[in-house]
């Protein structure tokens, strides 16, 4: 890597089946281009010598299959050439699943083989589980299918923010610098980065998800048999596994790729042997793959929510607005203190409803949460309904009962009820 300020334009020659591992400075954007050959980043091409803008703290690698040379302007934090990756073997899965999609396609009448295939992709955390299914994505949507990616990850939130699971279709292969695009998400709000703070809700919002999308796919020929991909969580311990496995019967997985973990491909195997539509597969972790601790997690998640307001490159202006505390109608969904069984009657059970809606007043503790509007027209709708975008609590006045929020557009909110979880945000 260079001293920070440099501007030294250099060139790396990459033999075929190599890549070039590079994280990005957090300070400052890495200028690339591809100068000859063929290349791509996680499954998308790079358009010859077009110069790209990769942005700060960015972990990617640029792979060629058949050789290529590439230029790079900029300082790095690291920058490396490996010639050992797993990619032939991830490369075979898509021709797999390609030729499904082919055959699902071919009988377009019969509703069981007119399904794509259904992908999970699980693994520990830092196993490369979003990298693989960015891969399988863009490789799929190169070849002009428009696959479905839903992502079970609340801790990272690759398609909106943090504290959500959603999906999108996939229709052209993803931008690297510009990611997932985000045109018409279906998002459900957790509000929490992990789901042990209400597992319930987590297992409710996977189901009501899934029930979208199978409705979906039901009155789209083309969209089933594209099929999905699956990204879920490194939670793979006790409920987290549980919770895999209700991912896997909720979503009617068909293929389920392990990444990094010999123990859970054999639980899985196990566990699935009698589902004999369902494969398990286990693929091995790429050397490449950039573990982060738990402050780095955070990191990330904090500028995932600054994204979703300013935009990936700084290009969006939000909006600060002042509403009276009356106008504002907040919900929590389940939580807070159960009653203990010895302070309630005789006979009479804990009311445990994780999924009970609770009507929340203004109040200190919602300075700083990041909240959710919902589509519900009605408060029993709340829990079973998808999102329209977020709100984020930046001033509480007690004096005047106003509250200040940043919202990506001026203008009423398309909804009138707000869902609060944990989810909170300081901007740097
Ligand atoms: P997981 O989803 O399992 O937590 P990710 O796919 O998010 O893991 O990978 C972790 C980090 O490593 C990401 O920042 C990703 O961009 C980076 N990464 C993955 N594969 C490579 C690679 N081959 N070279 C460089 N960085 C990589």
Not at 148 to 167: E, M, R
Not at 277 to 294: C, F, I, P, T, Y
Request: charge should be neutral.
């Amino acid at each position: 890597s260079l001293p920070s300020g440099s501007t030294t334009i250099r060139q790396v020659k990459l033999e075929k089946e190599c890549e070039l591992r590079v994280e990005v400075t957090p300070d400052a954007p890495l200028r690339l281009r591809l100068l000859k050959g063929t290349a791509e980043i996680f499954g998308t091409e790079l358009p010859p010598e077009i110069w790209l803008t990769i942005p700060p703290r960015q972990k990617f690698a640029v792979f060629t299959w058949h050789g290529a040379t590439i230029e790079m302007d900029g300082p790095t934090e690291t920058d490396y050439t490996a010639d050992e990756t797993p990619m032939i073997s991830y490369v075979n899965v898509h021709a797999v699943l390609d030729a499904r999609r082919n055959r699902a396609k071919a009988s377009p009448s019969d509703s069981d083989t007119s399904q794509g295939p259904r992908v999970i992709v699980v693994g520990p955390t830092d196993s490369g589980k979003s990298t693989l299914s960015r891969m399988l994505l863009s490789w799929a949507a190169k070849q002009g299918w428009k696959p479905t990616f839903v992502d079970l990850d609340i801790g990272q939130g690759s398609i909106t923010i943090p504290g959500c699971i959603a999906a999108t279709p996939i229709e052209l292969p993803i931008d690297p610098v510009e990611g997932i695009p985000l045109d018409m998400p279906l998002v459900y709000f957790h509000g929490h980065v992990t789901p042990s703070a209400n597992v319930d809700l987590y297992k409710v919002l996977v189901k009501e998800l899934a029930q979208v999308l199978e409705r979906q796919f039901a009155g789209n020929i083309e969209s089933r048999a594209a099929g999905m991909v699956i990204n879920t969580m490194g939670w793979i311990e006790g409920v987290g596994y549980e919770l895999l496995l209700h991912a896997i019967g909720t979503f009617n997985a068909t293929v389920v790729l392990v990444l990094g973990q010999e123990k859970l491909w054999s639980m899985l195997k196990d566990v699935l042997k009698t589902k004999t539509n369902v494969d398990v597969v286990k693929l091995q972790k790429s050397g490449g793959v950039v573990s982060r601790n738990a402050k780095a997690r955070q990191k990330a998640r904090a500028h995932r929510i600054r994204e979703y307001f300013y935009g990936p490159a700084n290009d969006l202006s939000p909006h600060s607005v002042i509403a009276n505390f009356s106008d504002l109608c907040i919900y929590r969904i389940g939580g807070g203190p159960q009653a203990p069984r010895s302070a309630l009657p005789v006979g009479a059970e804990p009311a445990a409803d994780p999924t009970r809606l609770i009507p929340v007043n203004v109040n200190q503790d919602l300075l700083h949460l990041v909240l959710a509007v919902s589509f519900a027209k009605e408060p029993e709708e709340i829990v079973s309904s998808n999102v329209a975008g977020f709100i984020w609590i930046t001033d509480i006045n007690f004096e005047s009962k106003k509250v200040t929020y940043l919202s990506p557009s001026a203008g009423n909110l398309p909804g009138k009820y707000l869902i609060m979880g944990s989810l909170t945000w300081y901007e740097p």
